[in-house]
């Protein structure tokens, strides 16, 4: 769901370089992580046979922004941030990815940041490793949209080489579509230019991407859900073994303590607002209704947990680790 902190994060580097300093110390003072990574990066559970691990890839600790959310204002922000139990000095954006073992496959759910979003993210592999999961032995890697933090993890920072060569990707031929159509760079706002020129560079020339149309099944057990708005081919993904049912949301409702709790504010990174808002009031009615899980790349971690309606909007109750 971001993309305008990566210049920070140059200027961050350049700073700590002008001081001379390098590795982990190259951090500024100013991206010094507030927030304590989770003592164990990775939690694994059931749904019904199917095997789910959620990762730790890393925190964006977002500073305040009036422009952030349209229709409210940061002092609205604070307390929500505070009436979900989190800090109220900077939102709290974790990025987790899921790996679900079904039908003697590995399948990824985005890539993480590949380090290349915040100098606070980047752990993915390092906790794939740590889980016991080989990340050469991952089948499958299912893209939600082409947001940076989603999909820099499957190309190398710089060289753009990709990291998963020999892994199946499959991505609506919606968002596909969109970003690597040339004429999209003059319709892009320019927080977006260079991420839409990344992708035109690098993804026409792999042969491992697969594009689909609608909601198929793209794994044992796993289905694409349409869900527009953040993106136009945004994708959250159904999984569902004998009668237990997870709704993988991905950027849906992306920070719940926000638009879980308020799902008409419109955030700046939903691209259609008002799409994103009835994919996110559906998905959520559905998700109740159904009485499945929920887990979001951007929950607090691990990530799944449970909806109920609450007032005019919802409640996230996080599973227990
Ligand atoms: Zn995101």
């Not at 990815?97 to 496959?105: L, Q, R």
């Amino acid at each position: 769901m971001l993309n305008l902190s990566r210049r920070d994060f140059v200027v961050s580097t350049g700073f700590a370089a002008a001081l001379g300093l390098s590795g982990r110390l190259a951090v500024s003072p100013a991206f010094a992580q507030k927030t304590a990574d989770p003592a164990k990066p990775f939690v694994t559970y059931k749904i019904g046979a199917v095997e789910v691990t959620a990762i730790y890839d890393g925190i964006w600790e977002k500073p305040h922004d009036p422009a952030f959310i349209a229709n409210a204002s940061v002092e609205d922000v604070k307390a929500a941030m505070v009436k979900a139990g989190l800090p109220a000095d900077f939102v709290s954006i974790p990025f987790t990815v899921v790996v679900v073992k079904t039908g003697g496959k590995t399948i990824l759910c985005d890539s993480g940041t590949g380090g290349q979003v915040q100098p606070t993210a980047g752990k993915l592999m390092a906790n794939m490793k740590a889980a016991g999961i080989d990340p050469a032995k991952v089948d499958t890697i299912l893209i939600s949209h082409f947001h940076p933090d989603h999909i820099f993890g499957l190309m190398e920072k710089e060289t753009n080489k990709p990291v998963f060569a020999n892994v199946e990707i499959i991505v609506s031929d919606v968002e596909y579509k969109f970003w690597t159509d040339p004429a999209v760079i003059d319709r892009l706002p320019e927080a977006r230019k260079g991420l839409a020129r990344r992708i035109q560079a690098v993804f026409p020339t792999w042969k491992n991407i697969r594009q689909v149309e609608g909601e198929p099944e793209v794994a044992p057990g796993i289905r694409f859900v349409s869900a527009p708005g953040h993106t136009p081919g945004h994708r959250a993904f159904h999984l569902s073994s004998g009668s237990s049912e997870l709704m993988i949301s991905n950027d849906t409702a992306y920070v719940p303590a926000l638009v879980v709790a308020n799902p008409g504010w419109r955030g700046v990174y939903d691209q259609d607002q008002a799409t994103a808002e009835a994919s996110r009031r559906r998905l959520l009615e559905r998700v109740i209704a159904d009485k499945m899980l929920i887990c979001g790349y951007h929950f607090p971690f691990p990530g799944a947990g449970t909806i109920a309606k609450d007032g005019t909007g919802y409640a996230l109750t996080v599973m227990k680790t």
